[in-house]
């Protein structure tokens, strides 16, 4: 039989609840506040945008390193599955700061506004027709479920750090699906807004 790691934090529901809602809430905050606005109006000698492009690499990595470790676990391989879910996290650290540093350097983009006037016309709205809305779904349920995800990440983590496996699990089957989503769905709004990036 396989062994189950040992706790590697000690267990104060009190305090990790505390700290995490506190946490999510200013990360959402943060994120709100910094990506809304006026950007500023600074000139790089580099492609602003290779951040969005990072995002969507550190995104597919996320996906990928959530399903070795999905298949680690369900072979029984307890060691491997945490060892890739730590790495998820920090990348999803990662990735949390090249999107801030992005969207605090750079315009939004609309998708559809081939002349990067920061207007959609309605030759322009023509010319996308129909993709236009699959890519508002997508983006619309990317944004939502990556805006609530983070406590559910955190919690799930910390149901395994403290070795309360079970309640690990049964949040687990919530947190992944989404998780899962959400790190599938980064790379495609990429795809499909990064034509019409400014």
Same mark, same amino acid.
């Given at each position: 039989m396989t062994r189950l790691p040992q706790p590697i934090l000690r267990k104060n529901d009190k305090q990790a609840k505390l700290l995490i809602i506190v946490f999510s809430f200013v990360v959402f905050a943060a994120i709100s506040f910094l990506t809304k606005g006026d950007k500023p109006s600074l000139k790089f000698?580099?492609?602003?945008?290779?951040? @969005?492009?990072a995002n969507a690499i550190i995104n597919s990595i996320i996906a990928v390193l959530l399903l070795l470790?999905? !298949?680690?676990?369900?072979?029984?391989?307890?060691?491997?599955h945490k060892k890739l879910m730590l790495t998820a996290l920090?990348?999803?650290?990662?990735f949390l700061l090249s999107y801030v540093t992005h969207h605090l350097l750079a315009g939004? @983009?609309?998708?559809?506004d081939a002349n990067h006037d920061g207007v959609l016309s309605d030759a322009e709205k023509l010319a996308?027709?129909?993709?236009?809305?699959?890519?508002?779904?997508i983006l619309l349920s990317h944004i939502f479920l990556a805006a609530i995800i983070l406590p559910?990440?955190?919690?799930? @983590?910390?149901?395994a750090l403290i070795a309360?496996?079970?309640?690990?699990?049964?949040?687990?089957?919530?947190?992944?699906?989404?998780?899962?989503?959400? @790190?599938?769905?980064?790379?495609?709004?990429?795809?499909? !807004?990064?034509?019409y990036y400014r």
């Open positions: 000698d580099f492609d602003i945008h290779i951040f @969005a492009l470790a999905l !298949i680690a676990v369900k072979s029984g391989n307890f060691l491997l920090i990348l999803s650290v990662i939004e @983009a609309i998708y559809g996308v027709s129909g993709s236009r809305n699959i890519y508002l779904v559910f990440i955190l919690f799930t @983590a910390y149901r309360e496996f079970p309640k690990h699990k049964k949040l687990a089957r919530i947190t992944w699906p989404l998780w899962f989503y959400v @790190a599938v769905t980064g790379p495609i709004v990429y795809w499909m !807004i990064h034509p």
